[in-house]
């Protein structure tokens, strides 16, 4: 077919202007493909390593050994080998790292050159890249968006300590139906918090509150105006080990603390006054006790921090009945070899996929193809506005108009016995 015949990195800025590496593809036969790499912001103690530089320079978050890395170690063992051989490449990278974590060559490193071989091969034999990822499947779909409206969490200045106030599009036939009616919704509660809140169109929200329920109001009362109460749920990432005391095994919520004890009916009183279908990191990632309390009949329970997109982990959560659904998410494992057997088990244990793109995202679009491939109920690309969301969204209408793949909207409504 066709080999590789350089693989180069150079650093480039994220959408948050901070650092992170392309990874650049040329073939013998002069085809090229590039791709970036997402990084998060908070990270759980499960991810890989992402190899950053340390020291002053941008606080200690610079790139330049990871593309060290990837000129001066991993191409050297790639080269002259077959574009389309994804497993050989992954499996080389994996042994030339030869840890658990990927503290050798770093997850970052590993990821970009995985994804970039993807692509590139991908344009070398001319096919879509969800085509290329999964080829065995027959019957491919688009994925619900998770739209973030409201942020809270360590990372913003508002007193709201859980992280994203999802709405979720269910109730449409198509993805273009859905998107547009999240555009709908997002302008009404633009128009809803400008009243009160000092905040500007063309990003998530961040508004002045306190409480959970101030925010979850606000939501319904948008959805309520825009006229899409029966197809609409909301989704909350809790992002809980962010407010958990492991000294005083406590969570802090709404300004106050609260027990470990009392945080499932805090949940559970939530689900019951509200229209939730989407519930993630709801407790720390070392407290399975009472992931196992929640009820997962109606409901999506979904391991992040808990599982960082790792197999084994999901493997765990499984079979101690903590979870139904899991975020995947590519830069915590490391290669594409290894996402798609996560996704795998995922799609034979009946598990749900939630796609997702990190805090320090890039123009890159990798996620909309790879969430088509690994049969994704959802995506979580942020809101309607901004990049990457846009792209992965025109994208997906790009698919949907070309292929009339279905929407995954009416599979949820069925699935969780939505009305």
């Known amino acids: 077919m066709d080999k590789i015949k350089k693989i180069s990195a150079r650093e480039i800025l994220s959408?948050?202007?901070?650092?992170?590496?392309?990874?650049?593809?040329?073939?013998?036969?002069?085809?090229?493909?590039?791709?970036?790499?997402?990084?998060g912001t908070s990270t759980g103690k499960y991810e890989v390593l992402t190899m950053l530089?340390?020291?002053?320079?941008l606080f200690g978050q610079g790139n330049i050994k990871a593309v060290q890395i990837i000129n001066e170690k991993i191409a050297p063992e790639l080269t002259g080998l077959e574009l389309t051989e994804q497993k050989a490449i992954d499996k080389i990278m994996l042994e030339l790292d030869g840890t658990p974590n990927k503290e050798n060559l770093g997850g970052n490193s590993m990821l970009g050159v995985s994804m970039a071989v993807a692509k590139t091969a991908a344009k070398t034999l001319k096919i879509p890249l969800y085509q290329y990822?999964?080829?065995?499947?027959?019957?491919f779909s688009i994925p619900v968006?998770?739209?973030?409206?409201i942020h809270g969490g360590i990372g913003f200045v508002n007193h709201l300590e859980l992280e994203d106030f999802c709405v979720i599009p269910t109730g449409f036939e198509s993805f273009s139906e859905a998107i547009e009616s999240g555009i709908e919704v997002y302008y009404k509660l633009y128009d809803l918090l400008k009243e009160k809140h000092l905040v500007v169109p063309g990003i998530t929200f961040v508004p002045q509150m306190s409480k959970t329920r101030e925010a979850l109001d606000y939501l319904m009362k948008a959805i309520k105006l825009c006229g899409f109460e029966k197809n609409y749920r909301l989704g909350l990432d809790a992002a809980a080990s962010e407010c958990f005391n492991s000294k005083r095994n406590t969570y802090h919520i709404d300004q106050k603390e609260i027990s470990k004890k009392e945080i499932v009916d805090f949940y559970k009183d939530m689900i019951r006054d509200y229209p939730f279908i989407y519930l993630e990191d709801p407790f720390d990632e070392e407290d399975t006790e009472n992931y196992q309390k929640m009820p997962h009949g109606n409901v999506q329970i979904v391991g992040d921090d808990l599982i960082a997109s790792n197999k084994k982990r999901l493997e765990m959560s499984y079979d101690k009945k903590l979870i139904n659904s899991i975020l995947l998410k590519p830069n915590q494992i490391g290669t594409i070899t290894e996402l798609m057997k996560v996704a795998e088990y995922a799609n034979l244990q009946d598990i749900d996929i939630i796609s997702?793109?990190?805090?320090?995202?890039?123009?890159?679009?990798?996620?909309?193809?790879?969430?088509?491939?690994?049969?994704?109920?959802?995506?979580?690309?942020?809101?309607?506005t901004g990049y990457p969301a846009t792209g992965i969204y025109n994208r997906f209408l790009e698919i949907e108009n070309n292929e009339k793949y279905k929407y995954k909207g009416p599979f949820l409504q069925k699935k969780y016995l939505l009305s």
Do not use: H
């Open 53 to 57: 530089d340390g020291g002053d320079r």
């Open 133 to 139: 990822l999964s080829p065995n499947n027959k019957e």
């Open 15 to 39: 959408l948050m202007a901070m650092p992170t590496i392309e990874v650049k593809i040329e073939t013998e036969k002069g085809i090229t493909g590039r791709a970036a790499v997402d990084i």
């Open 145 to 149: 968006p998770v739209l973030v409206m």
């Open 356 to 384: 997702s793109i990190r805090s320090k995202s890039t123009n890159e679009l990798f996620l909309a193809d790879f969430s088509i491939a690994v049969n994704a109920t959802q995506i979580k690309a942020g809101c309607v």
